[in-house]
């Protein structure tokens, strides 16, 4: 399920059977009924205008703005979907696709930034303004250049526990501080500057 969180806004969405349906907040009514899948990721984002659903092997952008919703682009992926991840703090709709140790960046209508490979399975993605953070399942967050894909900087949170989440305040401009989930039941402020976690 996702809600809608503008101002203005105000609906929530819910995928029932092979079908996302689209409510009104406040009277519960059905607005309107997007057929399409939805397995793998559902993700409202660009100032809930634009709706991310993935399956096992495609990905679709949605337009959220008429009454109508409508396909923006939708792509085949080169390899099984595990998750799909959008910058909700971007003008440029960015989007992560992951799949065990791979990821591809997209932007806009689903064009190709970049492939990257990592050391281990991706279990989270958040975006910076410039860069990528990976979270994988060795307990390690890497930072990876967001126009090459190239790697910066990889640290380590907790040895060999996943890396359930990560959640970026961007309200904060001078360093990238975030929350990161441990193994879905212990939770870490990281400040990427220095790699330094303090556990919560």
Known sequence: MQISSEPGEAFFL???GPSIHKFDLVTKKLICEI??????????????????????????????TSFKPTVIASIHAPFPVTGAYADKSSS????????????IIYKNDLENVFQAHVDAHITAV???????????????????????????????????????????????????VFLATIDNNRLFLVKEKGGKTEEI
Not at 144 to 150: F, P, R
Request: proline content about 1%.
């Open 14 to 16: 819910a995928a029932i």
């Open 126 to 176: 958040a975006f910076t303004e410039e860069d990528v953070l990976i979270g994988t399942a060795s307990g390690k967050i890497c930072r990876l250049n967001g126009q090459t894909g190239k790697s910066m900087q990889t640290f380590t949170v907790v040895r060999n526990k996943p890396v359930t989440s990560l959640t970026r305040f961007t309200g904060i401009k001078e360093v990238n």
């Open 92 to 103: 440029s709709r960015s989007v992560c696709i992951t799949g065990g140790k791979d990821l």
């Open 35 to 64: 057929k399409t899948f939805s397995s793998n990721a559902m993700t409202l984002f660009d100032k809930d205008q634009t709706l991310l659903v993935a399956n096992d092997c495609e990905v679709r952008l949605w337009d959220l």
